[in-house]
């Protein structure tokens, strides 16, 4: 909203310069297309392409989307912070994927495993899907029930492998799957994992 009125602001003093200095109206409408394309460009690369953390952070912080806002959480946020921000999500959000992702979510951070995995179940994008129930299963440290489902992306199976690795002590292996997937994700996904593996303690239990 606030970029929108920025833009109409804009487009409000271009008309009045274009007018006194006579500047052709195309060069005008030219500029307000490139500031336009700039800032999706700029929104773009940090929600999918940015490994800068400091850069990600005032990203997240000035955006109003609620799912920003609630990675956001994942640097410092209390656990009843990330459960509020989910709240907000799923108040904001009814879309099947969004209610049963982030309703696993919420019950995982309580490790209310049982209600995360039915939760979970319910999620209609099959990638999703596979990726929540793993996660649930990696949770407790089930090895051979996190690999039975078949993964989207590469970071998502390093994922679950390092979240296994560390349940059950493999200090080794957990170290090297969390490199894989920090090198394998970006942008904000990049922000998220980053903070869950600096925080895992919070999180997993041993």
Request: with cysteine.
């Amino acid at each position: 909203m606030v970029y929108l009125l920025s833009l109409l602001l804009f487009a409000l003093l271009a008309g009045v310069a274009s007018a006194i200095f006579q500047i052709p109206f195309w060069v005008v409408a030219v500029l307000l297309v490139l500031i336009s394309a700039g800032r999706i460009g700029y929104m773009l690369y940090m929600t999918y392409k940015s490994k800068n953390l400091d850069k990600l952070e005032k990203f997240l912080l000035a955006s109003r989307n609620p799912l920003n806002q609630y990675i956001y959480t994942h640097k410092d946020g209390d656990i009843e912070t990330r459960l509020a921000a989910i709240d907000v999500l799923l108040a904001r959000y009814p879309s099947p994927v969004v209610q049963g992702t982030y309703k696993a979510d919420r019950a995982a951070l309580k490790r209310q495993y049982t209600e995360a995995r039915d939760a979970a179940a319910t999620i209609p994008n099959v990638a999703m899907k596979n990726y929540s129930l793993a996660l649930v299963e990696a949770c407790l440290g089930r090895k051979s029930a996190s690999s039975q489902y078949t993964l989207a992306k590469p970071w998502m199976k390093s994922m679950i492998d390092a979240i296994v690795s560390y349940r059950t002590g493999d200090q080794k292996a957990y170290l090297k799957h969390k490199e894989e997937t920090l090198e394998t994700c970006a942008g904000i996904q990049y922000f998220s994992n980053y903070y869950f593996f600096e925080r895992i303690q919070e999180y997993i239990k041993k």
